[in-house]
């Protein structure tokens, strides 16, 4: 009888085993909530912590030497900063379809700033940069962006953004004086004033100073315009 007992005992305790078990596997059949899908990554806004990851991975820094790259011109050839080596250099990013670009050449702040360097160093080398990645439009307008202005300078298009980025440049324009020593002594605003009539052109203030023998100062402020397009 002792045996029957704990035969049966056994077989009941493995019946409510073989319950929990399937209860378990079942899930939320049982009463267990399902798991919540994982939310997907919001892109970087513009200006946000996307733009702090580029600004930190950019190696151009003020008081050291601007680094070289080599990029296709308008009209297809290579361009090399070692090209200019021993020559003053103005980099200017750019971007057609920004209206701050349009006002500066229009106003002539551009014109004033190549005026000047030129007074300073004839043989200046000024040039544009345009990093607009994302818009394959600004690019292909470069070249007439420059013409219709009359503003003959050399026009890079870095359509990958890789110099951007590299430089730290951030807003259209954003421009940046280095030296005939090829160290970086200036980047920051074109001019003292985004919304026009500025009464201090940052780049022939840099070069004014550079020309006296002087340390240029400011050597840094803030750019102003439109957002680089990387």
């Known amino acids: 009888m002792k045996t029957y007992l704990a035969l049966a005992l056994a077989a009941s305790l493995a019946v409510g085993f073989t319950a929990t078990t399937l209860a378990q596997d079942t899930g939320n059949k049982q009463g267990e909530r399902p798991a919540k899908a994982p939310k997907p990554d ?7 912590k996307g733009d702090a990851k ?10 050291e030497a601007a680094p070289n790259f080599t990029l296709k011109t308008t009209d297809g050839k290579d361009w090399s900063l070692t090209d200019a080596k021993g020559k003053v250099v103005v980099l200017e990013w750019v971007n057609p379809e920004c209206p701050v670009c349009v006002r500066v050449m229009s106003d002539g702040t551009v014109a004033n700033a190549l005026k000047g360097a030129k007074e300073q160093y004839p043989d200046v080398v000024f040039v544009a940069v345009n990093s607009s990645a994302s ?27 890789a110099v951007g980025k590299m430089y730290g440049a951030r807003t259209t324009p954003h421009c940046y004086v280095i030296d005939a020593n090829g160290t970086l002594v200036y980047q920051g605003a074109i001019d003292d004033n985004q919304s026009g009539g500025g009464k201090t052109n940052y ?28």
């Not at 470069?142 to 003959?152: P, S």
């Not at 550079?210 to 102003?224: I, M, N, Q, R």
């Open 42 to 48: 919001r892109p970087a806004r513009e200006g946000g």
């Open 54 to 63: 580029a600004g930190k991975a950019a190696v151009a820094k003020v008081g």
């Open 135 to 161: 818009r394959k439009s600004s690019l292909d307008a470069t070249a007439k962006y420059l013409k219709d202005n009359k503003i003959e300078i050399p026009a890079l298009l870095d359509s990958d953004g």
């Open 203 to 230: 780049v022939v203030n840099a070069l004014t100073q550079l020309k006296k023998g002087e340390k240029v100062s400011p050597s840094e402020t803030k750019p102003y315009g439109c957002s680089v397009k990387y």
